[in-house]
Nanobody
Framework: QVQLVESGGGLVQAGGSLRLSCAASGRTFSNYGMGWFRQAPGKERDFVARINWRRSTYYADSVKGRFTIFRDNPKNTVYLQMNSLKPEDTAVYYC????????????????????WGQGTQVTVSS
């Protein structure tokens, strides 16, 4: 079982930056692929970024070049550095773990992840 706790959300002006953190429990964190998703009111949960066990990364086109996902395995934490934020980035951001050891697949749909955090609100004002 993996438990995920996100933090770092808040209110920021357009053009600003935030760093989200996701602290994970469990001894096999380093083996799992980790993802960030976001969900705006009335919309579906959308893929943002993924990092696998080899630290290969993959991004949604809408955030490419602005967001960076990285992980610190000794700290059991994955991060999402968000720069040049736009009002359309406003959403609840969720951390997710696929729970599959050593998977190199690019997983961009919520159903491919087995564990989820509670979410953290990010609001970008114009």
């Amino acid at each position: 079982q993996v438990q995920l706790v996100e933090s770092g959300g808040g209110l920021v002006q357009a053009g600003g930056s935030l760093r989200l953190s996701c602290a994970a429990s469990g001894r096999t964190f380093s083996n799992y692929g980790m993802g960030w998703f976001r969900q705006a009111p009335g919309k579906e949960r959308d893929f943002v970024a993924r990092i696998n066990w080899r630290r290969s990364t993959y991004y949604a086109d809408s955030v490419k070049g602005r967001f960076t996902i990285f992980r610190d395995n000794p700290k059991n934490t994955v991060y999402l550095q968000m720069n040049s934020l736009k009002p359309e980035d406003t959403a609840v951001y969720y951390c997710a773990a696929d729970g599959l050891s050593y998977s190199a697949s690019v997983r961009v749909t919520p159903s491919e992840y087995n564990y989820w955090g509670q979410g953290t609100q990010v609001t970008v004002s114009s």
